[in-house]
Nanobody
Framework: QVQFVESGGGLVQSGGSLRLSCVATGFEFGRYEMAWYRQVPEKAREMVAIVSIDGAAVYEKSVKGRFKISRDDASNTVYLQMNNLKPEETAIYYC?????????WGQGTQVTVAP
């Protein structure tokens, strides 16, 4: 059974940092690109960052230089280090395996950035 368990969210002041973690189970983690998405109410989920199976990363333009995605295949975990957070980045953050069918989403982890 495919499962994603996100953690590490919380309340942080503008300019602060958080490190999100996502433990994935139920599929061959090392064979998939892994991504972080975020969603705010009444808006579509947007991809924040994605990491390939060999560790290459691509970022959404607004987070480039502040966020870093990484993965540890030994523990089936993907991370998102977020620095210099902005209030508009308040959202629920989710991880997923790119291309995994059917698409599965975890509960996400809430990130709240206070002004």
């Amino acid at each position: 059974q495919v499962q994603f368990v996100e953690s590490g969210g919380g309340l942080v002041q503008s300019g602060g940092s958080l490190r999100l973690s996502c433990v994935a189970t139920g599929f061959e983690f090392g064979r998939y690109e892994m991504a972080w998405y975020r969603q705010v109410p009444e808006k579509a989920r947007e991809m924040v960052a994605i990491v390939s199976i060999d560790g290459a990363a691509v970022y959404e333009k607004s987070v480039k230089g502040r966020f870093k995605i990484s993965r540890d295949d030994a523990s089936n975990t993907v991370y998102l280090q977020m620095n210099n957070l902005k209030p508009e980045e308040t959202a629920i953050y989710y991880c997923c395996a790119d291309g995994l069918q059917p698409p599965i989403w975890g509960q996400g982890t809430q990130v709240t950035v206070a002004p």
